[in-house]
């Protein structure tokens, strides 16, 4: 089958570029590829119930399919070059900013109308950060909540079905240069085409960096974030979400130095298991539909770091520490504030009278 375009990931990324191909050039032949499901058969079977760990589908429906890693996220869409990527160091800030108002925009049209914008400007918590040594990042954030998401992401779907072919439950195998452009192999075959887009996603880094080595695209290694999900009640931090819903603030630890941030807080949301690459994490989602709210808020504690020559893979510094804390818990690891600064274990008999935590596969330790 012979393509203008192919696209590899229906992702963020993947979906917003074929909607812009095929609505400046109708008459281009575009498909996109996906290794997991369409969006409707995206079901992960973990009910805290019946089933209340991974079991390790073939092709996780939290990771993978139509929407990408994102889809069941809590749907926050961040306005701000303060932080979430750095596309202003290649077509700097104002532009970055205007297509990120023009994405907005897009998610507004296709579901998201009557949802709230939040924005830190002019809010007193910044003069209150200051005073703690903190530091508050300006942003505005576009809260579409995980049902909303889905209905934006669906619309986007029906709108592109019928002018680009999806694949499906189609892994790209790998990808090689032509005379007359690029190949994409799969298992059923193999696809040619003009341009290639990859758009493979957290899950798909470690073949992304395989393809660019096979086809002589240097690489260079990104930071790494390494941290940890908190969740407490939503009465604690209802004074700040309410007013900003997600803020974004940052510190420096007194012995190191090191930049400490919150990332994905989610009020009222529920913390759920993921498989990366057979390892398992845990991410935020929330709700803009108040009778699927919970009574917790959750964010993330990150720390970054930067490598600097020789080292190459920050992945797999990352993947080694996730690996390391499976295997010491069996899983994803659950721990007290208390117990925590006191250095010692959480224990099931310690964590009675805590609050109730909505990750149902999760060990004390």
Not at 1 to 27: N, T, W
Not at 106 to 130: D, I, Q, S, V
Request: aromatic residues 10%; charged residues 25%; contains cysteine.
């Amino acid at each position: 089958m012979q393509y203008d375009v192919i696209i590899v990931g229906a992702g963020p990324g993947g979906i917003f570029s074929a909607y812009e191909l095929v609505h400046a050039d109708p008459a281009l032949k575009v498909a996109v590829f996906e290794a997991g499901h369409t969006l409707k058969q995206r079901h992960c079977p973990i009910d805290g119930v019946k089933v209340r760990k991974c079991v390790r589908c073939k092709s996780c429906s939290i990771m993978s399919g139509f929407g990408g890693a994102g889809a069941f996220s809590d749907g926050k869409y961040n306005i701000t070059n303060d932080f979430g990527g750095s596309l202003y160091e290649y077509i700097g800030k104002e532009k970055a900013l205007e297509l990120m108002q023009y994405v907005d925009e897009l998610n507004c049209r296709y579901g998201g109308e009557g949802t709230r914008l939040y924005t830190t400007a002019g809010t007193k918590f910044k003069t209150e950060c200051l005073r703690n040594d903190l530091h508050l990042l300006d942003a505005s954030v576009r809260h579409l909540g995980t049902d909303i998401n889905y209905i934006v992401l669906q619309n986007l779907y029906d709108d592109l079905k019928d002018r680009v072919d999806f694949y499906f439950d189609t892994p790209v195998r790998t990808i090689e240069q032509t005379e007359e452009g690029y190949k994409v192999i799969c298992d059923d075959g193999q696809y040619a085409c003009q341009k290639c887009i990859v758009s493979a996603g957290r899950s798909g880094s470690k073949w992304m960096q395989s393809i660019c080595t096979s086809l002589g695209i240097p690489t260079k290694s990104n930071r790494v974030d390494i941290g940890v999900r908190v969740e407490l009640p939503a009465e604690v931090f209802a004074h700040i979400t309410d007013e900003l819903y997600e803020s974004k603030i940052v510190c420096r630890t007194k012995t190191y130095g090191d930049r400490v941030r919150t990332f994905c807080m989610n009020p009222r949301g529920a913390v759920v298991a993921e498989n990366t690459n057979g390892i398992i994490t845990v991410n935020g989602h929330s709700y803009e539909d108040p009778s699927r709210q919970t009574s917790n808020t959750n964010f993330a504690l990150l720390v970054s770091k930067t490598f600097s020559e020789p080292f190459k893979d920050s992945n797999g510094y990352g993947e080694s520490i996730a690996r390391l804390s499976n295997m010491l818990g069996g899983g994803v690891i659950v721990q007290r504030f208390g117990d925590l600064i006191r250095g010692r274990r959480s224990t099931p008999s310690r964590m009675q009278g805590c609050i109730y935590y909505t990750d149902s596969e999760c060990y004390t330790g």
